[in-house]
């Protein structure tokens, strides 16, 4: 019966060593950042598709499932989703920030799990990095 306590001290240990890691390195989009996408935005915000013979566009032409939709933006603010080096000019960042009863608060009020603060410094500091995307090219 040790055995998951094991576990949980090692898995205890691992996270808070990366956690400390990441502060120091360069963030990778592919592991880190993508993630959070895939879980909180990708519903509302990827390729056209048809479920259950409806058609879904992407939100405000928004994609976020490939590196040249996240540049590029949705109808509201072309090119300035995201901005290399500027985490204060990219919308994709600000609307996490926003007052929940704001239109433009993402994700919707309880349409996804809120993005956490951490999650928020990772993508602000993959921003300020230059917003790289290494061999990462998503959803053609
Ligand atoms: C449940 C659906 C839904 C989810 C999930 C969602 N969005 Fe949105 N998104 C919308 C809608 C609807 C709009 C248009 C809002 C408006 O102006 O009324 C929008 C607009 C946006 C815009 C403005 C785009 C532009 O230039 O016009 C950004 C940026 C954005 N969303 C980012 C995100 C991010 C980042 C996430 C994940 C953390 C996310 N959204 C999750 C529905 C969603």
């Known amino acids: 019966m040790k055995t998951p306590i094991l576990t949980v001290t090692l898995f205890?240990?691992?996270?808070?060593?990366?956690?400390?890691?990441?502060?120091?390195?360069?963030v990778d989009f592919a592991k880190q950042i993508f993630p959070i996408l895939e879980a909180k935005c990708l519903k509302c915000h990827q390729k056209e598709r048809t479920e259950n013979g409806k058609l879904i566009k992407p939100k405000h032409g928004l994609r976020l499932d490939n590196a040249e939709g996240i540049m590029k933006g949705g109808k509201e603010y072309p090119n300035?989703?995201?901005?290399?080096?500027?985490?204060?000019?990219s919308w994709l960042l600000k609307t996490l920030s926003l007052p929940v009863d704001d239109d433009l608060a993402?994700?919707?009020?309880g349409k996804a799990d809120p993005v956490t603060d951490a999650e928020k410094a990772l993508i602000k500091a993959w921003i300020e990095q230059g917003a790289k995307f290494g061999d990462w090219k998503g959803v053609e």
Not at 106 to 109: I, L, V
């Open 12 to 26: 205890t240990l691992l996270t808070s060593w990366s956690a400390n890691a990441q502060d120091a390195t360069t």
């Open 80 to 89: 300035e989703n995201v901005v290399a080096g500027k985490p204060d000019a």
């Open 106 to 109: 993402m994700p919707p009020e």
